[in-house]
């Protein structure tokens, strides 16, 4: 029998203090140039160094929670972070001395890569590595199944663009495409994954449900150096040619993330926003699941199915 559920998540920091510490986690053994890593500091800073990422995930722990409770599985829920307090190691430990040993896992990322996925699920092992030199004792974990296509999470998404929607002039709502964005990848990385595909039929099912027909997905968020591959286009560059050629408004919706976090916040709300004003592009930008009862339905689904699987 499972007795907990562990939300594995990327984290984000929570002071300016937390910046730089925290992009050194982020960034341990890649290839970022220093003036690239002063330039994304500087986007937290915008935001005083703290990220959204905690306490909404946080609040996605509570609602699960709750939800549990309510069909009669009362499994304390856990957040653990890849990056920043409250790290995975810390969070582990909590569990063990609580008397936990059969968590489910459920990682906060939509859509499969090594990144959004089989690293997270390596950080948790590394944890787990720890605490059984710590103790001697282990906590397996076992994960939910992928949910991009899940119903309650195409509707959470669809009701946030329709809310997007209605904030655009009223002569120019049938004529807004919608922009899906997704962190961009390495190309190698999306190539031995189904990221793209799993972006594109989640993509594809909001816009069907919302019945918007020209839509399509990009990418924001960058990093790593310029010379190497990483997948396109990217969101401002879109949004820029596909204005010359004629589009008279745009919804974005950032279907690749589960909070509003700084990446979102900067990249989109920021950066594209500024893009739009400066070419004359009416654009609204739909909020992210974050702690949408909809999401919150979902993630309790995923975790019950794995519950009445009883396998690890």
Known sequence: MFDSVLIVSFGGPQGLADIRPFLDNVLRGRRVAPERIEEVAHHYELFGGVSPITELTRKQAEGLRQRLAAAGHPLPVYVGMRNWRPFLADTLREMHDAGHRRAIGFIAAPHGSYSSREQYKENVEAARASLRASTGHDIEVTYTGPWFDHPLFIAANAAHVREARERLPADLRGAARLVFTAHSVPVPMADASRYREELVESGRLVAEAVGMRDWTVV??????????????????????????????????????????????????????????????????RAEAVNDDPLFLDMMADVVMKQVASGRP
């Open 219 to 284: 990418y924001q968020s960058r990093s790593g150096r310029p010379s190497d591959p990483w997948l396109e286009p990217d969101v401002c560059d879109y949004l820029r040619r596909e204005h010359a050629g004629g589009l008279r408004a745009a919804v974005l919706c950032p279907v690749g993330f589960v909070c509003d976090h700084v990446e979102v916040l900067y990249d989109l709300d920021c950066e594209a926003a500024g893009v739009c004003r400066d070419i004359g592009l009416p654009m609204t």
